[in-house]
Structure formats: structure tokens, C-alpha cells
């Protein structure tokens, strides 16, 4: 048998095997992994093996919590958002995490309510040493960085973008207390970054006009998104408590968040734009969300030439009949960028869980599979270390897994 025969065998073994436990995810028997407390909402995990996993919460009201775990269980508590770690990076009160971000060879946690900070590991994400807490820096000007949500953070040649609510920062300073910051994108007025962002936007209408990020109770997980490299950068547009132009749709950068355009989605009412965002590469990045009570309201969008920026083009998935008033929250896919699951409510609170096969095109009910386990709980996070280790988080100290 020549190489060509047995590449050719290897690979349609490979796309067998990983049909097969897409379709055993799919059917197959969830576990629960109970957390040391019952409010948690479970907001982001990253694995750097199979069973060397970080897990991310938040707590309304309350601090929330990094921990490890094996797929199995929670193997110890790596750092706690409560007020002495709140005091270290010069807020009051207590603090949440609400996603994980990989940067370099840096795992980064997104804090919530402490925009000054810069909580990240290296080495061994699994042990609670190699994580650390420090001011992320100044911000040019002498203002302050608020408490505003974090919802991104990446680095290109020694610059860095912070993606905060509301604004974006860069500096070409890596995060530390000395680190000076300077505000890069925030277009809606009083205030506008940049200052002459109104002449901009009439030279260029084409230009986005809203603000950095999408605020709605709880915070969301996907709000933003920053490739680590900053090759692109997007944000929803037209959605539920943001400032600026209404029309649905998303803004889009692909030169480090120095400019972003608009693209607008047809057939989505405006004010009822994207809830999430975000990429498998420079080019292929999904919007999702929902917001009507109608089920048909839910939607997903997604493109295949990102890099274009406003020319890029953005399809409508094909989805399976919607329950009343189905909202996505969070979308992951495994390595192969192909399998891909979409996480969320129906009804009043009860968790959804759609799955893909074709690269987020069409999506399938996958929700029997977890309710027994999540039936009354919202979802808002998900991870897939590849197609047969998933994990998928929500609220009232929801965390499921499979393959483990």
C-alpha cells in the first residue's frame, strides 16, 4: 500500500472517529462536577491537557473563584475575588472572573469589577503558585480604568489592547503597575476616542458608531472579542443597553482595534443585535444572541472572510425550530473548528444546548443530552479541549463534562 493510500485511510478514519464522539456528545452521558459553594455562575474554563483544567466563576454580590480540576472533580482553589484581593488591585468590595483568555504563554482571567487589574498564570496553570494579581498599569490622562468588565486581551509585537466595557486601551508597555495605558477606541460622545471621531465618521461612514461591548445582567461571557494576536477584533452593534447606532449587526477591526466598521445584519430588529462574539481564526467568527420573546428572534451569524472587515460577509446558520424566547449566550468549538456547540436558555431559565458539525453553518437540539443535569439552569460558558472532553457551565454552580 503506497503513503498516498494510507494518508488518505488515516484521514477518513480520523473524520470517522471524530463523528463518532461528536455524535456520542451528542447522546451520550454528561457528568456534574460539584463546586465548593451553590451560587456560583460558571463563566469560562481552558484546559492545557485533558485533565489540567481552569475553571471560572462569578458570584452576584460575591467574589468569585479560579479553580483546577481533572474532569472529574474540583482539585483545589487557585485564587478567590474577595476584598483582600479586591484591595490589592485598588478597588473596594469583591470581584468576579468572567472568562479566560490564552495570550502567549500567558492564561489570562478577565476580571469584573476591577478594570485596573491583571490577574494571569504561567508554567502550570493548575497550581494556585503560578497565578498572580497586580495593577495592569496608569492610564494616560490620570484617569482611572473604573470598574468596568474586561472582555478581551491581546498582544502583537509588544503592543498591547485591553478591551474593557465601554473602551478600549493600548500600550506598548507589558501589564504591570508601571505600565501607561492609552485609550484607543470609544467613539460614542461626550468623550469620543477619537477626539475627532466625528469628522472621521463623515469622511468614512462606514465607521462604527457604537459602544466597546454589550452590558446586560448577569455580564456576559462573549461580549467582545480580541484575537491573542490582534489579527481581528469585533463587537456587536444594535444591541440591548449600548450607546450609539442601533442598527443590528456587529463592528469589526482588523487593524488592532485602531479603527472599526460596521456590518450590518439584515432581518435582525434593531436593538435586539448580537449578545456574543467570536472567532475560530482571523477569519471564521460567529455573532449570536436573542433577545424577543418570539422564538424566532434567536438567531446566529457567521463569516468566512472576516479578515475583509466591512466587506467581510455574514450568513445566517440554519438553527432547528426555536422554543419561545431562546437566547445564546456562549459558543466554543474544538480545535478542528468544525464541531461547535451553542449554549444558552428557553422559556424563563431553562438551559439550551444546540450542536454543529459543519463549522457553525447548521446547528442541531443537542439539550437532551444535559437536561437531566442543567434542566433548570442558564448556560454561559462552554469549552472543548477537542471534540470528545467538553465542558459547558452555567448558573447555580452549573459544571458539566464529558468524556472524562
Known amino acids: 500500500m503506497n503513503k498516498t493510500v494510507l494518508i488518505a485511510l488515516n484521514s477518513v478514519v480520523s473524520a470517522t472517529l471524530l463523528a463518532l464522539a461528536l455524535a456520542q456528545a451528542q447522546t451520550g452521558t454528561w457528568k456534574s462536577i460539584k463546586l465548593p459553594q451553590d451560587d456560583e455562575r460558571v463563566t469560562g474554563m481552558y484546559c492545557a491537557s485533558a485533565k489540567a483544567c481552569v475553571i471560572a466563576t462569578s458570584v452576584f454580590g460575591g467574589?468569585?473563584?479560579?479553580?483546577?480540576?481533572?474532569g472529574q472533580k474540583i482539585t483545589a482553589t487557585l485564587l478567590t475575588g474577595d476584598t483582600t484581593l479586591a484591595a490589592k488591585?485598588?478597588?473596594?468590595?469583591?470581584?468576579?472572573?468572567?472568562?479566560?483568555s490564552k495570550v502567549g504563554d500567558k492564561l489570562i482571567a478577565l476580571v469584573d469589577g476591577a478594570g485596573t487589574s491583571f490577574v494571569s498564570a504561567t508554567g502550570d496553570f493548575t497550581k494556585a503558585a503560578s497565578w498572580s494579581a497586580i495593577k495592569i498599569g496608569v492610564l494616560d490622562g490620570g484617569?482611572?480604568?473604573?470598574?468596568?468588565?474586561q472582555m478581551g486581551m491581546g498582544e502583537k509585537d509588544g503592543r498591547w489592547?485591553?478591551?474593557?466595557?465601554r473602551e478600549t486601551y493600548d500600550s506598548s508597555d507589558a501589564p504591570s503597575p508601571g505600565a501607561l495605558w492609552t485609550p484607543l477606541w470609544s467613539p460614542v460622545p461626550p468623550g469620543s476616542v477619537p477626539s475627532n471621531f466625528e469628522n472621521l465618521v463623515k469622511a468614512d461612514p462606514r465607521l462604527c458608531d457604537s459602544d466597546p461591548g454589550v452590558s446586560v445582567s448577569p455580564h456576559l461571557t462573549q461580549p467582545?472579542?480580541?484575537?491573542?494576536?490582534?489579527?481581528?477584533?469585533?463587537?456587536?452593534?444594535?444591541?440591548?443597553?449600548?450607546?450609539?447606532?442601533?442598527?443590528?449587526?456587529?463592528c469589526i477591526s482588523t487593524d488592532g482595534?485602531?479603527?472599526?466598521?460596521?456590518?450590518?445584519f439584515k432581518g435582525i430588529e434593531d436593538g435586539a443585535g448580537p449578545l456574543g462574539v467570536t472567532c475560530t481564526n482571523p477569519n471564521r467568527?460567529?455573532?449570536f444572541g436573542g433577545l424577543n420573546p418570539e422564538p424566532e428572534s434567536g438567531f446566529i451569524f457567521l463569516t468566512t472572510n472576516a479578515q475583509k472587515g466591512a466587506d467581510s460577509s455574514?450568513?445566517?446558520?440554519?438553527?432547528?425550530?426555536l422554543r419561545e424566547d431562546t437566547i445564546f449566550y456562549h459558543m466554543f468549538f474544538s480545535p478542528d473548528g468544525m464541531n461547535g456547540w451553542a449554549v444558552g436558555k428557553t422559556g424563563s431559565s431553562s438551559a439550551m444546548m444546540f450542536a454543529s458539525t459543519d463549522g457553525g453553518a447548521t446547528w442541531k437540539d443537542a439539550t437532551s443530552s444535559i437536561r437531566a443535569l442543567a434542566s433548570d439552569a442558564r448556560l454561559h460558558s462552554g469549552y472543548a479541549f477537542d471534540a470528545a472532553h467538553l465542558w459547558v457551565g452555567g448558573e447555580k454552580s452549573t459544571l458539566l463534562t464529558f468524556g472524562y
Not at 489592547?161 to 466595557?165: D, E, G
Open 89 to 100: 488591585l485598588g478597588t473596594i468590595g469583591e470581584i468576579g472572573f468572567t472568562g479566560l
Open 257 to 264: 482595534g485602531k479603527r472599526y466598521y460596521r456590518v450590518v
Open 63 to 70: 467574589a468569585g473563584h479560579l479553580y483546577a480540576s481533572d
Open 285 to 287: 467568527c460567529y455573532a
Open 314 to 321: 455574514w450568513v445566517k446558520a440554519k438553527l432547528p425550530t
Open 224 to 250: 467582545a472579542y480580541v484575537a491573542p494576536d490582534l489579527s481581528v477584533m469585533l463587537y456587536p452593534s444594535g444591541a440591548r443597553n449600548q450607546r450609539g447606532m442601533e442598527t443590528a449587526g456587529i
Open 161 to 165: 489592547v485591553l478591551f474593557n466595557s
Open 143 to 149: 484617569e482611572t480604568f473604573g470598574l468596568n468588565q
